[in-house]
T-cell receptor, first 112, second 112 residues
Framework: DVKVTQSSRYLVKRTGEKVFLECVQDMDHENMFWYRQDPGLGLRLIYFSYDVKMKEKGDIPEGYSVSREKKERFSLILESASTSQTSMYLC???????????FGPGTRLTVT | QKEVEQNSGPLSVPEGAIASLNCTYSDRGSQSFFWYRQYSGKSPELIMSIYSNGDKEDGRFTAQLNKASQYVSLLIRDSQPSDSATYLCAGTRGGGSYIPTFGRGTSLIVHP
């Protein structure tokens, strides 16, 4: 079974803090994704990566950056957290962008 | 207009009935389509993937794809209370990017 893990289930940070969310997958998948999910807005793609050190902006990249130094690990960085970034963050991976994604358990981030 | 559209529901069906969930998409270049189930507080999990026109059956679930009309549907036969969840329709964008895009989800309630 594919396993995608995320570093924290719940996180509380203060406005202006730098926040790191980590995601690890164990199936040698090429593609990894970061989403945020908000009520009424659904899943929105922040960034994705199709190879080590490669990244592409998704639909809402503003205020975020990513890092993929190793194939199995994809990190989302909030350079200066704001209250508008309070959300559920979901990481996913897929062997190919045409195929299904496997999601991690999610990190519920609260910025106060 | 969102690229993948779903009725937010809730769709309420009695136990044992057939639940029909629908989704339309705007990008004619989309090639892959997926249905994910998401229980409250949990991350999405894949139910079905479908890539070509027609029906695809897996147990109580049948996915249908009609590329000419640009719709995807999911039928759940013999619905059970445990099927109560939000169902997310997803597709991949055309133009060679194959970036995933999700609908906002349909809430399904199966009442005993």
């Amino acid at each position: 079974d594919v396993k995608v893990t995320q570093s924290s289930r719940y996180l509380v940070k203060r406005t202006g803090e730098k926040v790191f969310l980590e995601c690890v997958q164990d199936m040698d998948h090429e593609n990894m994704f970061w989403y945020r999910q908000d009520p009424g807005l659904g899943l929105r793609l922040i960034y994705f990566s199709y190879d080590v050190k490669m990244k592409e902006k998704g639909d809402i990249p503003e205020g975020y950056s990513v890092s993929r130094e190793k194939k199995e690990r994809f990190s989302l960085i909030l350079e200066s957290a704001s209250t508008s970034q309070t959300s559920m963050y979901l990481c996913a991976s897929s062997i190919n962008r045409l195929y299904e994604q496997y999601f991690g358990p999610g990190t519920r981030l609260t910025v106060t | 207009q969102k690229e993948v559209e779903q009725n937010s529901g809730p769709l309420s069906v009695p136990e044992g009935a057939i639940a029909s969930l629908n989704c339309t998409y705007s990008d004619r270049g989309s090639q892959s389509f997926f249905w994910y189930r998401q229980y409250s507080g949990k991350s999405p999990e894949l139910i079905m993937s479908i890539y070509s026109n027609g029906d695809k059956e897996d147990g109580r679930f049948t996915a249908q794809l009609n590329k000419a009309s640009q719709y995807v549907s999911l039928l759940i036969r013999d619905s059970q209370p445990s099927d109560s969840a939000t169902y997310l329709c997803a597709g991949t964008r055309g133009g060679g990017s194959y970036i995933p895009t999700f609908g906002r989800g349909t809430s399904l309630i199966v009442h005993p």
